[in-house]
């Protein structure tokens, strides 16, 4: 686990850093990934957020696909392996928040980062919902098809609300509390939390899921970010075009 940060300068409850704040334009925090990043580096899980609404999309729209046609012995085997994918990366993104950014945001701000622990655990259990969906018995039956369209709905809702929330209220207060340094350190720990061969297939995919800008504005922050001894930087190099 992360090496937690100091708590900021203040006495109990919320603590503050010292010296000014900027105010966060309400725009960079949920809707844009741009130079803005460059400043703020913890704006880099909006594109995390973005790759993982599209594909929580993508497992939608196949679902429903095969619900609407409900054809005698449609594969269903690429959406098993969209779902898989997508569970691996969604656990791990979520354990990276759940070692490292949310004990941070703790130590200064009391009483939010627990709430977003606790959402995650929902999540899990609906990602289990879908799995026991997807090897059951039941395929030949009609509502089976209906209950996996509306089993994909209800996860792409909770975990699009979720990040949603994270977007409005989380980076927003990691974006005041703590200075480029430390939000640049914790988006090292968090990619250092998640496992090398992961990596290998966790930034082809973000890369293949944003636009060709952020792309750019991605790397830049990257390179800024990852130490260039560091085996990332070799992921990184060898992932990214």
């Known amino acids: 686990m992360a090496t ?17 704040v900027s105010p966060l334009d309400p725009s960079a925090s ?8 460059l400043e703020s580096p913890i704006l880099i899980f909006l594109l995390f957020h973005k790759a993982i609404r599209s594909e929580l999309d993508g497992l939608h729209r196949a679902a ?3 619900a609407t046609n409900q054809e005698s012995g449609a594969d269903i085997r690429p959406l098993i392996e969209r779902y898989q994918f997508l569970s691996k990366i ?12 949310f004990p941070a945001l703790d130590i200064r ?27 059951s018995d039941m395929k030949n039956e009609e509502s089976y098809w209906r209950a996996l369209a509306s089993c994909t709905a209800a996860l792409q809702t909770s975990i699009s609300q979720h990040m949603s929330k994270e977007e ?9 509390k703590f200075s480029y340094k430390e939000q640049a350190s914790l988006v090292w720990q968090f990619l250092c939390s998640i496992p090398v061969n992961m990596m290998a297939e966790f930034l082809p995919w973000l890369s293949s899921s944003i636009s060709s800008d952020e792309r750019q504005d991605m790397c830049k922050l990257l ?8 085996l990332l ?9």
């Open 64 to 66: 429903v696909a095969l």
């Open 223 to 230: 390179g800024k970010i990852i130490p260039e001894e560091k």
């Open 4 to 20: 937690p940060f100091p708590a900021a300068a203040g006495g109990g409850g919320v603590a503050v850093m010292a010296g000014p």
């Open 109 to 135: 701000v009391k009483n939010v980062a627990r709430t977003y622990s606790l959402e995650h655990k929902g999540e899990s259990v609906l990602f289990d919902q879908l799995f026991e969906l997807l090897n």
């Open 168 to 176: 409005d209220q989380v980076l927003p207060l990691l974006i005041e």
């Open 30 to 37: 949920n809707t844009h990934f741009n130079d803005s990043a």
């Open 233 to 241: 930087q070799q992921v990184r190099a060898l992932s990214w075009p």
């Open 90 to 101: 969604y656990k791990h993104h979520c354990n990276a928040e759940d070692e490292v950014i």
